[in-house]
């Protein structure tokens, strides 16, 4: 009997359209350090999916057809993906450097994460934090609450 989920997959696992998803294979590489594990690519050379990992993480891409389209084609913002990372601060100056559209620069959240936001070369959010300290769900609504 196969193993659900496949080995080496989470059970949630982003899919993410990009017009150009070569071009995105690469800019994800060089900007947030995610590395390539697999793409299919069609006779004519288009690539119709591609999967990526960090560390224990998975996203999946595609090319958007007639009912799906990336945040490039509509201007909208379609999704925020939220990514733990060892060194956010590091993390952050990578995509800086890389070009990545910086929505938010790190800072220290009341949850007990410090993050920052960024957009990838197709709009597409990108949450990147490191857990620096413990909140119990208590003081997590407190400060919540406080900070409005």
Do not use: C
Not at 71 to 94: E, I, N, T
């Amino acid at each position: 009997m196969a193993q659900n989920p496949p080995d080496g997959y989470p059970r949630i696992t982003p899919y993410l359209l990009y017009e150009d998803v070569v071009g995105a294979l690469k800019w994800l590489t060089n900007a947030f350090g995610f590395q390539e594990r697999m793409r299919i690519t069609e006779p004519k050379g288009k690539v119709s999916h591609a999967e990526m990992d960090l560390a224990d993480g998975v996203i999946m891409m595609g090319t958007p057809g007639e009912s799906y389209e990336s945040p490039k084609r509509h201007g909208k913002v379609s999704v925020l993906v939220s990514v733990y990372v060892d060194d956010v601060d590091q993390h952050f100056a990578q995509a800086k450097g890389a070009g990545a559209e910086i929505i938010s620069e790190p800072e220290d959240k009341f949850y007990g994460d410090r993050s920052y936001m960024a957009a990838d070369l197709e709009g597409h959010q990108w949450s990147f934090a490191q857990h620096v300290r413990d909140v119990s769900p208590d003081e997590m609504q407190q400060q919540a609450y406080d900070s409005t």
